[in-house]
């Protein structure tokens, strides 16, 4: 297990990978084909829930489906993971997104995520991006985790844990390469005269990018290398 830290959550949100229902829901998806057999069969494409959630303001059931254009809600305690074309997601307790439509109703355009917490892995593609109250990160395929402090007048956090990533906040724009763990704030007002600044790697792990990403047939860049870096928010893997 590598070592994570934390910030305003607590240690079983990121170790709900470890649960012995998780790991079962996530065996049992692999093993009936993915997404493409849960759409031939009609089948959901939620691979676990956890607690309590909403979708579209109701109660959200196991045996549904997510589809773009669909706003999430979840509750204290809940967990929720599902899978939208090429890309998988981990929903935090107490989030609310809405995952917007893209080419097709399997392609997912934009994560809007105004409070919460998420983490996702995306597949190859183009003109998508996540929006937080004060970052846009443009995405090209990675996995990243994003979050949303409302304690800090919504201070946006993002991390690009690998993968490029186009960056802006209020108007300043940055790239960002990552092979492991580049994280950013997106300032609330200019700090130092600047609305992107460095963070640290927080509140989530190196297992949970693997997870999801064994759950649309990828591997993250660390796995693919073979080794991993300094958990500083760098972005760098060690040589």
């Known amino acids: 297990m590598t070592q994570h830290q934390l910030q305003g959550r607590n240690e ?10 998780a790991l079962k829901a996530a065996a049992a998806w ?3 084909g993915g997404l ?6 009609q089948r959901s494409n939620i691979v676990e829930l956890r607690g309590d959630a909403l979708l ?8 549904q489906t997510i589809l773009t254009g669909d706003q999430i809600q979840t509750g204290p305690g809940s967990n929720l993971m599902f899978v939208i074309g090429n890309s998988a997601f981990q929903v935090r307790e107490n989030s609310l997104l809405k995952v917007e439509r893209g080419s097709s109703i399997n392609a997912v355009s ?8 998420v983490v996702s892995v995306w597949g190859k593609g183009n003109s998508r991006a996540i929006i937080l109250p ?8 990675t996995g990243v985790y994003a979050e949303v402090f409302a304690s800090q007048g919504n201070r946006s956090y993002f991390c690009n844990c690998y993968g490029t990533v186009d960056m802006e906040s209020n108007g300043e724009k940055t790239v960002s390469q990552s092979s492991y763990h580049q994280a950013f704030w997106g300032e609330v007002e200019p700090k130092d005269g600047r609305r992107l600044t460095p963070a640290n790697a927080i509140n989530h792990s190196d297992e949970e990018l693997e997870f999801l990403a064994r759950l649309v047939n990828q591997q993250t860049a660390w796995e693919i ?3 991993k870096g300094i958990k500083d928010g760098s972005g760098k893997i060690s040589y």
Do not use: D, K
Not at 12 to 21: D, G, K, P
């Open 36 to 41: 493409p057999a849960a759409m031939a069969q």
């Open 134 to 141: 004060t970052l846009t990160a443009g995405i090209r395929g």
């Open 225 to 227: 290398a073979g080794r």
């Open 110 to 117: 934009l994560l809007r995520l105004l409070t919460g917490a």
């Open 12 to 21: 079983q949100e990121i170790l709900w990978f470890q649960r012995r229902s």
């Open 30 to 32: 692999v093993a009936m």
């Open 56 to 63: 579209n303001g109701s109660r959200l059931q196991t045996g």
